[in-house]
């Protein structure tokens, strides 16, 4: 197929992702334009250092730091964003969008502080924003909500959407690791980083899921109003009991409809062995989408690593020289910058099934006393576990499910639990997430 269009593009940041990126510009130029008729000329990289990019033995002559000047001389079609970060970036993409340029990112961090300035910015320049790369790695995640689901009223989505979490969970589940144990086999094995915070503390997945979200629903997301809670202080001692309940922790990003509004958050949450998401293991993710006419449907692949993600990236420059991008970019309603959509709700008014560990004195009246505080905040029990083998400190693990409650309850009750002279370390609690209904089925 020959090219019927040229693209000149330039690539800031050449660190894993940008290295595949331009290896994959260069090299697989003629399969780019057999699969996509459109010519991408690649006519700078920009960085601060290149060692990376020697590495790769990519082009010396391509090589600057002054995007200024690139941004002047070369008549760009696209500025490829993968410096990381926020503030420069933030200043590079309105640098690129006033000199006429489309922008494709990959920065998920920056568009879920300020996507909604920048969508705005773009399209007041009759321009686009590329940011598949951004939330699934190589999962075309973003283009199914916005394109192949765009006939549908989304209610929820349920994403495992960050792959160090996966792994080291995984490692937890199968290996009976502590966290500890796993989040070292994570950083020798190269899945996560010398300082993991980020990941492991559950930023990154919260990031990613208000980009989803804003997309899924229509709707502002306020980041900072997003809960989050990481894996770093999760026991094997509940990974271990979940599996003797039937279920298995997940990071778990969700959003779903809830009382004419969007609740979001991210936490440790128990599935079921039979759920969808529980068969996801290792580094790899996976996002359940739920709409009113195609029911549930899964994305699965990849979420982060050089290659996949720039497939992402390369992908909206195609799709940017073809015109599809734009044509979406431009005409489609869901941006957070052309409605405000349903509101934001609070986690605290949703409701769900809890697993709670209570560590208690083995003392008669403490589990009536328990009883007591769960039944007056409207909490029925579901199950019961109380080993009297695992003791610590004479104290011994209370493993209660409850059925479905109000978060908010919950949290009531675990506050006046916690204060019984009973009782010894703070309770914890986890989510049990069950499938999400289907509106679909008739």
């Known amino acids: 197929m020959k090219a019927h269009k040229t693209l000149r593009v330039a690539l800031v940041g050449c660190g894993t992702v940008g290295g595949a990126t331009a290896e994959i510009l260069l090299r697989e130029r ?23 990019a020697r590495e790769l033995g990519l ?9 200024d000047t690139v941004l002047a001389e070369h008549s760009l079609d696209i500025v490829i964003e993968l410096a990381g970060g926020i503030e420069f970036p933030r200043e590079l993409i309105k640098k690129a969008l006033d000199a006429g340029a489309h922008v494709v990112t990959a920065n998920k961090a920056l568009l879920a502080h300020h996507g909604k300035e920048l969508f705005a910015y773009a399209r007041e320049r009759g321009l686009t924003i590329g940011f598949e790369a951004s939330c699934g790695g190589g999962i075309p995640i973003i283009r199914a909500i916005t394109d192949g689901l765009v006939a549908n009223h989304i209610d929820a989505l349920y994403g495992i959407v960050n792959g160090t979490c996966n792994y080291i969970l995984t ?16 950083q020798g094995s190269g899945l996560a980083e010398a300082d993991p915070s980020l990941d492991v503390e559950g930023g990154d997945s919260a990031h990613k899921l208000a980009i989803m979200t804003s997309l899924a629903f229509g709707t502002d997301v306020e980041f900072d109003a997003i809960p989050v809670t990481g894996i770093n202080n999760l026991q094997a001692t509940d990974v271990a009991f979940g599996l003797e309940l039937g279920y298995v922790v997940k990071l778990l990003a969700v959003a779903y409809r809830l009382n004419g509004g969007v609740t979001a958050w991210v936490r440790p949450a128990f599935i079921s062995k039979e759920h969808p998401l529980a068969w996801v293991a290792g580094p790899f993710n996976a996002v359940s989408v739920y709409g009113h006419r195609t029911g549930h449907t899964l994305y699965y692949g990849r979420g982060a690593g050089g290659d996949p993600t720039a497939s992402a990236v390369v992908a909206d420059i195609l799709a940017i020289g073809t015109g599809t991008l734009p044509a979406t970019f431009q005409h489609t309603g869901y941006w957070p910058d052309r409605n405000a959509g349903p509101p934001q709700i609070s986690a605290d008014q949703a409701s769900s099934r809890y697993y709670l560990r209570i560590m208690a004195q083995d003392r008669p009246g403490v589990l009536a006393s328990v009883a007591s505080i769960l039944g007056a905040n409207g909490i029925s029990i579901a199950s019961l576990i109380q080993n009297e083998k695992a003791l610590r400190n004479e104290l011994i693990p209370v493993v209660i499910t409850t059925h479905v409650c109000q978060e908010a309850s919950l949290r009531k009750a675990l506050t006046a639990i916690d204060a019984l002279p009973q009782s010894g370390e703070r309770t914890v609690f986890i989510p049990i997430v069950d499938e999400h209904p289907e509106r679909w089925a008739r």
């Open 59 to 67: 082009p010396e002559e391509l090589f600057t730091e002054d995007i």
């Open 171 to 186: 490692e937890m589940i199968e290996k009976g690791q502590s966290y500890s144990e796993a989040l070292a086999d994570a």
């Open 30 to 52: 003629d399969l780019l334009i057999e699969r996509s008729g459109v010519d991408v000329e690649l006519v700078a990289i920009v960085s601060l250092t290149f060692n990376h």
